[in-house]
């Protein structure tokens, strides 16, 4: 089967927060590369996660820590290429409440990375390219779904998955979508056979956290 649970760990969380009550710094403070991901996410905490409710605040901070560590940090941002490529990093490793909560939050999520991102003070100032309107970023939510339910139907098959081509993914993908938006029930029913497996979690916490996500959104 698809190990499924592994994400952030809360160690990460941990220190995000013991970096957040240690947060000093002078704005005009230049920065080094190494230390991007760890500002930006106390920026996270001071600026947006107060915004978001319940499971979502949680849920949000872990996706953006996938998003830095997957981002460049001498090059400016693509919202597009870099939506694409963090989905399809996380794949199956979180269930699909995640991309739900995801596809809610995501004008807020957006517009943090277009005020916030320029402003890191690194030498090299890293600029945002591009944006996604809300339609287009379910579009790419719904096709990574359409993977995912490919690939945990294929149980990890190297030899089947090899198979699946990009007509299936976009089919299936076109058959989550409704006529405003992703139809979320459609979902729930093609993952209804594919039980998340919460136990692969890589601690308590994170476990805790996919558990109440779960649930939240029964």
């Not at 996270?44 to 996660?49: D, E, I, Q, T």
């Not at 989905?87 to 269930?95: A, T």
């Amino acid at each position: 089967m698809v190990k499924q649970g592994r994400f952030a760990k809360s160690s990460k969380l941990r220190q995000i927060k013991e970096i957040q009550r240690a947060h000093r710094k002078q704005a005009d403070r230049v920065i080094s590369e190494t230390q991007f991901n760890d500002f930006l996410l106390v920026r996270y905490g001071l600026v947006l996660k107060a915004k978001m409710v319940g499971t979502d605040k949680e849920t949000i901070q872990r996706f953006l820590i996938e998003w830095v560590d997957n981002a460049p940090k001498d090059a400016n941002w693509s919202i597009k290429n870099l939506a694409t490529d963090t989905l399809k990093k996380i794949n199956g490793r979180v269930p699909y409440q995640f991309y739900r909560a995801l596809v809610r939050n995501w004008s807020k999520f957006q517009h943090f990375l277009k005020r916030e991102v320029p402003a890191v003070p690194l030498k090299n100032r890293i600029l945002i390219t591009d944006q996604l309107t809300a339609d287009e970023f379910e579009q790419i939510v719904a096709r990574q779904l359409a993977a995912n339910t490919l690939l945990l139907t294929l149980g990890g098959n190297p030899q089947l998955m090899s198979q699946i081509n990009l007509t299936q993914v976009t089919s299936l993908a076109d058959n989550f979508m409704g006529d405003s938006g992703i139809d979320w029930d459609k979902v729930q029913t093609a993952f209804k056979p594919l039980p998340f497996d919460v136990s692969t979690a890589p601690d308590t916490p994170t476990k805790n956290w996919l558990t109440q996500l779960m649930e939240s959104e029964a």
